[in-house]
């Protein structure tokens, strides 16, 4: 329950008819009069969204596609609920600006999700951050933009939310004056953990996206089984803590209950631990500085056995990719970002073998070298060229 007398905080959840935006609105049903839900935002999902409609009552509802907005307006016409649609990526932008709204959950996947998570950290907001892709294409961008308008930074990665969590409160990127040698990204290994390349190469889309721990949306489930989720991490940890890439550590935890941790100076190794839960991450950052319930079950260590082991790039080439790309700078995390999502979706569609995603990162990232990265126009061109890229190379590739 809230405290009596406290302003209910007031959201707008973009990407709401995904699992972090469904996972959200659970925590917020678990809280009523804590939070008041301005606008909730969708692609394609028109029965899901009225379903959300009228549980949660919000102002407007958007939906990107208008083919699913013009449903959408008609299913809740029938419904008689008082919601007001719009459509397309303007509308995005709009409610995640809108001066009545003081916190946006940042939940939609890929670089789609930039332009308003981007507005939102402009517009001074309390920005919960899952949309990784946003940091990976537009890190300094975003955190200058973040530093300027005085918005705050919650993330919800929960290896971020974990590091978050494990580092001092009044952290303030300067990790000598914190006493902090490194930051331990925990990989659950993904579901070819233990698969050789042969099977791994072989592997199919219905197997990539069974992930053994946690259960999430397609793309990011890829993402894990390829290990390029871990390497988006790598980036976005850099960008979210102001770490220097060799202060970044990846071990591979295949029970997902470790979900990172901080090494400090005095050999101190902070850890944060719980069920694999998205719940955990968004109460915590829902409530912030409060702690509030999160309908996750506690964490059953008795009988466990945790344990930690080295990745292999040579199986997983992407998370070696992606430190490349760091090391490259300027436009080249964008180039990455963008070549995987365009390998991704035709590997979902049963289109390329899984193996042409790690190919076509490296053959883009190879071709678009040193592209300059000082304006969102830049980067946008920069996603733009490596999308055609890596089609043009994925053509090559069909299976
Ligand atoms: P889902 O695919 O489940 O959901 C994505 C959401 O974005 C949906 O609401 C979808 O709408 C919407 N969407 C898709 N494409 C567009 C577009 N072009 N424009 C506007 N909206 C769009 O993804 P997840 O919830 O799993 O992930 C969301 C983000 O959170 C990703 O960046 C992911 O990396 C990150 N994340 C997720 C975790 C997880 O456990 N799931 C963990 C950590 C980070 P619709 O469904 O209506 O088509
Ligand atoms: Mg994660």
Same mark, same amino acid.
């Given at each position: 329950?809230?405290?009596?007398?406290?302003?209910?905080?007031?959201? =707008?959840?973009?990407?709401?008819?995904?699992?972090?935006?469904?996972?959200?609105?659970?925590?917020?049903?678990?809280?009523?009069?804590?939070?008041?839900?301005?606008?909730?935002?969708?692609?394609?999902?028109?029965?899901?969204?009225?379903?959300?409609?009228?549980?949660?009552?919000?102002?407007?509802?958007?939906?990107?596609?208008?083919?699913?907005?013009?449903?959408?307006?008609?299913?809740?016409?029938?419904?008689?609920?008082?919601?007001?649609?719009?459509?397309?990526?303007?509308?995005?932008?709009?409610?995640? =600006?809108?001066?009545?709204?003081?916190?946006?959950?940042?939940?939609?996947?890929?670089?789609?999700?930039?332009?308003?998570?981007?507005?939102?950290?402009?517009?001074?907001?309390?920005?919960?951050?899952?949309?990784?892709?946003?940091?990976?294409?537009?890190?300094?961008?975003?955190?200058?933009?973040?530093? =300027?308008?005085?918005?705050?930074?919650?993330?919800?990665?929960?290896?971020?939310?974990?590091?978050?969590?494990?580092?001092?409160?009044?952290?303030?990127?300067?990790?000598?004056?914190?006493?902090?040698?490194?930051?331990?990204?925990?990989?659950?290994?993904?579901?070819?953990? =233990?698969?050789?390349?042969?099977?791994?190469?072989?592997?199919?889309?219905?197997?990539?996206?069974?992930?053994?721990?946690?259960?999430?949306?397609?793309?990011?489930?890829?993402?894990?089984?390829?290990?390029?989720?871990?390497?988006?991490?790598?980036?976005?940890?850099?960008?979210?803590?102001?770490?220097?890439?060799?202060?970044?550590?990846?071990?591979?935890?295949?029970?997902?209950?470790?979900?990172?941790?901080?090494?400090?100076?005095?050999?101190?190794?902070?850890?944060?631990?719980?069920?694999?839960?998205?719940?955990?991450?968004?109460?915590?950052?829902?409530?912030?500085?409060?702690?509030?319930?999160?309908?996750?079950?506690?964490?059953? &260590?008795?009988?466990?056995?945790?344990?930690?082991?080295?990745?292999?790039?040579?199986?997983?080439?992407?998370?070696? &990719?992606?430190?490349?790309?760091?090391?490259?700078?300027?436009?080249?995390?964008?180039?990455?970002?963008?070549?995987?999502?365009?390998?991704?979706?035709?590997?979902?569609?049963?289109?390329?073998?899984?193996?042409?995603?790690?190919?076509?990162?490296?053959?883009?990232?190879?071709?678009?070298?040193?592209?300059?990265?000082?304006?969102?126009?830049?980067?946008?061109?920069?996603?733009?060229?490596?999308?055609?890229?890596?089609?043009?190379?994925?053509?090559?590739?069909?299976?």
């Amino acid at each position: 329950m809230k405290p009596s007398g406290m302003k209910p905080r007031v959201l =707008t959840v973009l990407g709401a008819t995904g699992t972090i935006g469904v996972n959200t609105l659970d925590v917020v049903a678990r809280h009523p009069g804590r939070f008041e839900i301005f606008a909730l935002t969708g692609a394609t999902q028109v029965e899901r969204m009225v379903e959300q409609c009228r549980t949660h009552r919000p102002r407007i509802a958007v939906m990107n596609e208008p083919a699913a907005a013009a449903a959408l307006r008609l299913r809740l016409a029938e419904a008689k609920l008082p919601v007001t649609v719009l459509e397309g990526e303007s509308a995005l932008t709009d409610v995640a =600006t809108a001066p009545e709204v003081d916190t946006v959950m940042a939940a939609i996947v890929g670089a789609a999700g930039l332009p308003a998570t981007l507005a939102a950290a402009q517009a001074g907001k309390r920005i919960l951050l899952a949309n990784k892709e946003t940091l990976v294409v537009s890190g300094q961008l975003f955190m200058d933009a973040i530093a =300027t308008s005085g918005a705050e930074l919650l993330p919800i990665d929960s290896e971020h939310n974990a590091i978050f969590q494990a580092l001092p409160r009044d952290f303030d990127g300067d990790f000598k004056r914190a006493g902090v040698r490194a930051l331990w990204l925990t990989a659950s290994g993904g579901p070819f953990r =233990t698969l050789s390349a042969e099977a791994i190469a072989a592997a199919t889309p219905a197997q990539a996206v069974a992930h053994p721990n946690w259960v999430m949306g397609k793309k990011i489930s890829v993402d894990s089984a390829s290990l390029m989720n871990k390497g988006l991490e790598v980036i976005e940890a850099r960008w979210l803590f102001n770490a220097r890439p060799e202060q970044i550590k990846v071990v591979v935890h295949p029970q997902s209950i470790v979900h990172s941790m901080v090494e400090y100076a005095d050999g101190s190794v902070i850890a944060q631990m719980g069920t694999p839960d998205m719940r955990t991450p968004i109460a915590f950052a829902l409530g912030f500085p409060e702690r509030i319930d999160a309908g996750v079950s506690a964490l059953e &260590l008795m009988g466990r056995q945790l344990t930690f082991e080295a990745p292999d790039t040579a199986r997983f080439p992407c998370l070696q &990719l992606a430190f490349d790309a760091l090391a490259a700078g300027g436009s080249a995390a964008a180039v990455l970002n963008a070549a995987n999502e365009v390998a991704v979706a035709r590997f979902l569609e049963g289109e390329v073998p899984f193996n042409a995603i790690a190919a076509s990162i490296a053959h883009t990232l190879d071709a678009l070298a040193g592209g300059a990265a000082s304006s969102l126009e830049d980067l946008l061109e920069a996603d733009r060229q490596a999308r055609s890229v890596a089609t043009a190379y994925l053509e090559g590739a069909r299976a």
